[in-house]
T-cell receptor, first 112, second 111 residues
Framework: SAVISQKPSRDICQRGTSLTIQCQVD?????MFWYRQQPGQSLTLIAT?????????ESGFVIDKFPISRPNLTFSTLTVSNMSPEDSSIYLC?????????FGPGTRLTVL | KQEVTQIPAALSVPEGENLVLNCSFT??????LQWFRQDPGKGLTSLLL?????REQTSGRLNASLDKSSGRSTLYIAASQPGDSATYLC??????????FGAGTRLTVKP
């Protein structure tokens, strides 16, 4: 298995501001992903974080709103830009290892 | 496009009961299927991973089965305990490495 940590665990932000979420994996994973889970719903994939290159975004998500970095094989960041109340959600980082997927504890974001 | 459905959406049982959670998927060309547990406001914990060539996997009181041809998987929990209360999610990975999640079953085990 992989141990994945995220910072911050939660935050309350004002509309129009940005928040960067950090994800650290205990050792190398093949792929890293960012998901969003809105209240009462299942997970929606935002993007695949690619090491050293631009992330691959899913339909409905764009780089200007959710810039992602992955400078090495064990670390990635997701920024939620120009936030609105609709961005209130849990954001989850995930890594692939041995064809199984492992998740961080999530970042609970509330936008006022 | 793969669709994953979990039934029931919520389930409440008394402690000690055996129970089955269901997951169905529309495209049988899968690579593997994974069951997760999610506690309120927390991330996902991987429970069991079943490769497409396997029929079942067991871990402690948990047993997951896979019937690819019918597009179904079940998660069997034996002798349920209040600590089993959580949302259980199944996720299907296809041969293009895309994962699709079900909406989850919210389980409550009453003492």
């Amino acid at each position: 298995s992989a141990v994945i940590s995220q910072k911050p665990s939660r935050d309350i932000c004002q509309r129009g501001t940005s928040l960067t979420i950090q994800c650290q994996v205990d050792s190398q994973v093949t792929m890293m992903f960012w998901y969003r889970q809105q209240p009462g719903q299942s997970l929606t994939l935002i993007a695949t974080a690619n090491q050293g290159s631009e992330a691959t975004y899913e339909s409905g998500f764009v780089i200007d709103k959710f810039p992602i970095s992955r400078p090495n094989l064990t670390f990635s960041t997701l920024t939620v830009s120009n936030m609105s109340p609709e961005d209130s959600s849990i954001y989850l980082c995930s890594g692939d290892r041995s064809l199984a997927q492992f998740f961080g504890p999530g970042t609970r974001l509330t936008v006022l | 496009k793969q669709e994953v459905t979990q039934i029931p959406a919520a389930l409440s049982v008394p402690e000690g009961e055996n129970l089955v959670l269901n997951c169905s998927f529309t495209d049988s060309a899968i690579y593997n299927l994974q069951w997760f547990r999610q506690d309120p406001g927390k991330g996902l914990t991987s429970l069991l991973l079943i490769q497409s060539s396997q029929r079942e996997q067991t871990s402690g009181r948990l047993n997951a089965s896979l019937d690819k041809s019918s597009g179904r998987s079940t998660l069997y929990i034996a002798a349920s305990q209040p600590g089993d209360s959580a949302t259980y999610l199944c996720a299907v990975r296809d041969n293009n490495n895309d994962m699709r999640f079900g909406a989850g079953t919210r389980l409550t085990v009453k003492p």
